[in-house]
């Protein structure tokens, strides 16, 4: 059973391009959380989702940020227009969540930005 | 959220226990006592969770309090590969909270 994957593990981009960040989660896992992990800080939540639905975004930069979780393929998370202080670790994790908060979540490697 | 308060490091032998302290005299009592750790350059990775009782698995052991107001995680014999950021996380939905966590270093 592969774990939560993510790609592209590095990316470059310049300032005002889009980044375009996949996870595919665990088989069987229909709960996906994106996370941040700024240079030298703590990994923040980011976004929820289920299958086509947005649960909680409330970590999500106003502008620029989106997220999707189609009913077929990966998570999405899409920057638009990126700027320098984009640069960082994003990680994706899934869970069955059928438990709620007894509930393990599983980390993807992350996908590091870097913006030049 | 309620918050944790983890000493910011630790330093341990190889072969030896480590006794990672958390404290978290506000949490509620539909919060789970979830612990994860990251490993330089890698994301995190789940050791175990309790909500009452004293937990163990493959990994650690997790002895919660009896008010649960504090908790510790137990890595019964510290390998180069335990060497890493250990957070201690209460989580009463889905969102984990992350802290600054404690590194442990762990001495060949």
């Known amino acids: 059973n592969a774990g939560v994957m993510q790609n592209p593990r590095h990316l470059v981009r310049r300032r005002g391009q889009e980044a375009r960040l996949r996870c595919s989660p665990m088989?069987?896992?229909?709960?996906v959380y994106w996370y941040r992990q700024l240079p030298e800080e703590g990994l923040k939540f980011m976004v929820y989702l289920q299958k086509e639905n947005i649960i909680d975004e409330s970590g999500m930069p106003k502008e620029r940020f989106s997220a999707e979780f189609p009913k077929e393929g990966p998570s999405i998370l899409r920057i638009q227009q990126v700027v320098r202080g984009d640069s960082a670790a994003y990680f994706c994790a899934s869970s069955p969540r059928e438990q709620g908060a007894a509930t393990e979540a599983f980390f993807g490697q992350g996908t590091r930005l870097t913006v030049v | 959220d309620a918050k944790t308060t983890q000493p910011n490091s630790m330093e341990s032998n190889e072969e030896e226990p480590v006794h990672l302290p958390c404290n978290h005299s506000?949490?509620?009592?539909?919060?789970?006592i979830h612990w994860y750790r990251q490993l330089p350059s890698q994301g995190p990775e789940y050791v175990i969770h309790?909500?009452?009782s004293n937990v163990n698995n493959r990994m650690a052991s997790l002895a919660i309090a009896e008010d649960r107001k504090s908790s510790t995680l137990i890595l019964h014999r510290a390998t180069l590969r335990d060497a890493a950021v250990y957070y201690c996380?209460?989580?009463?939905?889905?969102?984990?909270?992350f802290g600054a966590g404690t590194t442990v270093t762990v001495r060949a």
């Open positions: 309790g909500l009452t």
């Open positions: 996380i209460l989580l009463g939905d889905y969102k984990l909270s």
């Open positions: 088989k069987g896992h229909s709960h």
């Open positions: 506000t949490i509620s009592g539909t919060d789970y």
